[in-house]
């Protein structure tokens, strides 16, 4: 078994974002795995759940892969990460 952390969903939605206000979910995943990457437990990866296809697409384009036997869970491997904070 593989350690790997598991991210909880935040909306990636633009449905609820009017043109004055900012949406989120790319800053609020950007701090999540930059707080992952600083963190003392060690893990090979970090995996999400979409809970539909627009949100797979918005982690695939944020370069999560998808398990090849379920397509809405994702993962991206911490090294990737990490060189992502260099």
Same mark, same amino acid.
């Given at each position: 078994?593989?350690?790997?952390? !598991?991210?909880?969903?935040?909306?990636?939605? !633009? /449905?609820?974002?009017?043109?004055?206000?900012?949406? #989120? *979910? *790319? =800053? %609020? %995943?950007? $701090?999540?795995?930059?707080?992952?990457? /600083?963190?003392?437990?060690?893990? &090979?990866?970090? =995996?999400?759940?979409?809970? $539909?296809?627009?949100? /797979?697409? &918005?982690?695939?384009?944020?370069?999560?892969?998808?398990?090849? $036997?379920?397509? %809405?869970?994702?993962?991206?491997?911490?090294?990737?990460?990490? /060189?992502? #904070?260099?």
């Amino acid at each position: 078994m593989t350690p790997c952390l !598991t991210r909880p969903r935040n909306c990636s939605s !633009t /449905r609820h974002c009017s043109t004055d206000v900012a949406c #989120y *979910g *790319g =800053v %609020l %995943l950007a $701090d999540a795995l930059h707080r992952a990457v /600083r963190s003392e437990i060690a893990s &090979f990866a970090i =995996v999400v759940e979409a809970k $539909d296809e627009a949100a /797979r697409r &918005f982690y695939e384009r944020e370069s999560f892969l998808p398990f090849p $036997d379920q397509p %809405l869970r994702l993962f991206r491997s911490m090294a990737d990460i990490a /060189r992502l #904070y260099e």
